[in-house]
């Protein structure tokens, strides 16, 4: 057995982008799987991970040429399959031990095990280790089967017959096992110890591989190839910001990870040089010539201390000549016709009142079960407005209406026609431009927020209200369409839509009933209400809590209560954290379930009062003094919301529990007794259950 380091690489035309990175790290995942199933590797060996536009690779540690050979158990069959009444084997047994390389002489090496009360056949083997020669061709072909391809290809040999699938045509394959060449054939292509390097700077056409170890140094000073994805990316951002600051001490490049990786995949020995662009194009907002930049050019925006776009740009190539003024010259003048659109664009869009594009609206599709942009609109404003009464601020009334008005007027603009990523930020602007208030317009680009994990919150009043109501009408209106998501399966992203709201509310401590709001907005909309909607909400709830670090059983106990002030949750979660600290919390939670459960099993069909002239035992009239006096003082620490006061309350509440229970029939023959014991039960149930469900917390 010999053991040493591996090197795979596969050579193709040049590899999708957006899809490199994981590529490379997927196949690498893959092949020390395969090796480590096969006892030729570990899986936690030290490995280097290969992705460039042209190839995938990976070198690994400590390979061995054969595995140890293993003692296996393996299961047979059930042993009244494998054996006759009279402890005979069986036909069926000896077929089996035939086809795994055994024979009748080995019957005498079985065992049976218990499994699920029957009888169960296993047979110890001694299998012969694998060899890496034998399965490397299995490995790599089964690991870029299981890679994460969205599209595949399919192309043909040069025998002209033979189709083969792939992401892209391979054109070569290196397998080496230290300094030796591994042979197989994967993909059509019969593996050897050669590969190419950079299409343009490679010293060499042909670059020879001499020893796994020195793959990557080879690639680097032969090939002009660095190999390593997270080298390359590094390398990028180390040379993006150096170029920056040499051009000025005021100017960095925007960060933007999405873009630095789509550019380490589209070169493999980076060259960051730095364009500029004609002043005059930046009286376009910035938002757009930054887009246009990326997302056509893939150029990184220089932006100064403040945050301001200038007119130079840097640009990755994927060559380095000595003269890099025609690579310079060549990309500005491919990005001015890009910018020189944006700024018509712009131009024309300001020619036109937000009234024209208001009626325009009607004409844009939103749903085709759903209407127009401007019946959505108007839903929008709707609930809107209910917003702002339940949150009884009719001040703002006006502004509110303004911004839900205008919410999606750029929709039907050039700007956003051609660059959809800028709705809301474009309508900010042609609102400025009409002196409509920074209130009004700032609420029309943020009602869009938060657009993803992590982003800002709307920056006014003005600006949370239409969101959330822009949040809520996409809520009810795709679920009463029956339009919900399934699975991982989300199009048109509901789970961030709620995700959005919960923020906004708890972030920001804005004290909206949701579920007041949500059921007054689906009767003025006319919508058809959905069954499935709380739960989906419930469920958002239950799992962006869990995700701030909170117990599944404290936020089921808030949650059960369903107040619908969502931004209390938290301060109810670190009240219930405050609770269990308590040595009398196990025991509250215990009886308030035990509450619960009489309660429910009574099935009292209206709310009961306690009448004292019916307290007999002294248990019940102790705990109903003691309960009184608790339940005003807990009530008046939950109105100023010191939940965590008000759940301490509940320790006074311990001992008349314990001794209620101990001494009192609460299923008295007298059926007064019953339920005027009931009603005390029940007006226990409630002081106990202000700030959640406590039965939730029982063990």
């Known amino acids: 057995m010999k053991l040493d380091n591996l090197l795979i690489e596969l050579l193709t035309e040049e590899l999708p982008p957006k899809s490199q990175k994981q590529l490379g790290i997927s196949f690498a995942k893959n092949i020390k799987e395969f090796l480590a199933k096969h006892h030729l590797a570990n899986e936690i060996s030290e490995d280097s991970i290969f992705s460039t536009p ?26 009244s399959v494998g054996f006759d009444g009279s402890e005979k084997p069986t036909e069926a047994l000896l077929k089996k031990l035939h086809a795994i390389g055994l024979n009748e002489k080995d019957v005498s090496g079985i065992v049976k095990k218990n499994e699920n009360n029957a009888e169960i056949l296993y047979i110890n083997k001694n299998e012969k280790g694998a060899k890496l020669k034998d399965i490397i061709a299995e490995c790599i072909s089964s690991s870029l ?40 054939n994967v993909l059509g292509i019969s593996s050897n110890r050669t590969t190419l390097g950079h299409r343009f700077e490679s010293k060499k056409e042909i670059i020879e591989i001499q020893h796994a170890d020195q793959y ?18 590094a390398l990028i951002k180390k040379t993006l910001n150096e170029k920056a600051a040499s051009l000025s001490n005021q100017l960095t490049p925007i960060e933007d990870e999405d873009l630095l990786d789509e550019v380490t995949a ?58 890099s003024d025609l690579i310079i010259q060549g990309n500005e003048k491919v990005i001015r016709p890009r910018l020189s659109d944006a700024e018509f664009f712009y131009a024309q869009d300001k020619k036109k009142p937000l009234k024209d594009y208001l009626s325009q609206l009607s004409h844009i599709v939103y749903h085709n079960k759903l209407g127009s942009q401007s019946e959505r609109s108007e839903r929008v404003k709707t609930i809107a407005s209910l917003i702002v009464k339940n949150l009884n601020q009719s001040k703002l009334l006006d502004a509110v209406m303004l911004a839900s008005d205008l919410s999606k007027v750029d929709l039907s603009s050039n700007m956003v026609g051609e660059f959809p990523e ?69 199009p048109f992203a509901l789970r961030r839509q709620v995700i959005g709201i919960i923020r906004i509310l708890t972030e920001k401590n804005i004290g909206l009933n949701l579920n007041t709001v949500i059921s007054e907005s689906i009767q003025a909309t006319k919508l058809v209400e959905s069954k499935d909607l709380n739960s989906f909400i419930y469920d958002r709830l239950s799992n962006f809590f869990k995700d701030q670090g909170y117990a599944a059983l404290d936020i089921e106990a808030v949650l059960a209560i369903e107040s619908g002030l969502i931004n209390e949750i938290p301060a109810r979660l670190n009240a219930i954290k405050e609770f269990l600290l308590l040595s009398e919390s ?56 010191n939940y965590s006061g008000s759940l301490k309350l509940l320790c006074k509440l311990k001992n008349p529990i314990d001794q209620f229970f101990k001494d009192v029939m609460v299923n008295a023959e007298d059926e007064s007794l019953k339920m005027n014991r009931l009603a005390l039960l029940e007006k226990l149930y409630s002081a106990m259950n202000l700030v959640a469900d406590l039965s939730k917390l029982s063990s």
């Open 266 to 323: 589209l070169v493999e020995y980076p060259n960051v040089l730095a364009g500029e662009f004609e002043s005059k194009f930046l009286d376009v907002p910035q938002e757009c010539l930054i887009l246009s930049m990326k997302a056509n050019q893939k150029y990184f925006p220089l932006i100064d201390k403040n945050k301001k776009l200038s007119n130079q740009f840097l640009i990755v190539s994927n060559i380095s000549p000595k003269n």
């Open 422 to 490: 800028l709705q809301g930020i474009m309508g900010r602007y042609y609102a400025l431009n009409e002196k409509i208030s920074d209130e009004v317009a700032f609420a029309i680009e943020d009602h869009y927020k938060p657009r993803f994990s992590g982003d800002s919150l709307p920056r006014s009043t003005v600006g949370d209200i239409v969101a959330i109501a822009d949040k809520i009408e996409t809520l009810i209106g795709l679920f009463s369409i029956g339009e919900k998501p399934t699975g991982d399966k989300d």
């Open 145 to 184: 089967a299981r890679l994460p391809i969205k599209k595949m290809m399919s192309y043909q040999l040069s025998d002209g017959w033979t189709t083969v699938n792939f992401v892209r045509p391979a054109q070569g394959l290196v397998i080496l096992h230290g300094a030796n060449v591994i042979n197989a």
């Open 586 to 641: 196990e025991d509250l939670a215990s009886a308030n379930k035990r509450v619960g459960n009489i309660l429910k099993k009574a099935d009292v069909k209206s709310t009961l009062k306690v009448d004292q002239s019916l307290l007999k035992d002294d248990a019940e009239i102790n705990l109903y003094k003691t309960l009184d006096l608790v339940d005003a003082e807990s009530r008046k620490e939950y109105a100023a919301k």
């Open 216 to 233: 990557e140094e080879q690639m680097k000073i032969e090939g002009a190839v660095i190999v390593s994805f997270e080298e390359r990316k």
């Open 54 to 79: 042209r190839r995938i690779g990976l070198y690994l540690k400590n390979v061995k040429d054969e595995a140890d050979n293993q003692n296996v158990s393996i299961k047979l069959m059930p042993a």
